[in-house]
């Protein structure tokens, strides 16, 4: 039962399984679309940081950026793009497996 659990963590998408970037997007896919700033001030980070995971992310095809104009000032916007949702749904059920399976 052991190497059933290891197996399966080990099987997590690594892309999503760490802690900035699962956090980035649990926010986006309970929110339609959220700006840097707020992603910024929720995650309490600092720009570089943030925008390596975001780019992770984006990379990865699990977001998609939106740049725009927001009262004459750039604003850049997250949304959880189809491939996203659908990936970050199956981390999610897959992590329920693992703690059923194992009672945790």
Known sequence: MTEDIYKEIRDLDKVIHERTRLAIRT???????VNFKYLKEALQTTDG?????????????YITTIKRFNRRKPETIYKMSEKGSATYKNYIDSLEVIFKKNKI
């Not at 926010?27 to 679309?33: P, R, V």
């Not at 940081?49 to 095809?61: D, P, Q, R, V």
């Open 49 to 61: 940081n943030l925008a390596t995971h975001l780019k992770t992310l984006e990379n990865a095809g």
């Open 27 to 33: 926010i986006l896919y309970h929110h339609k679309e």
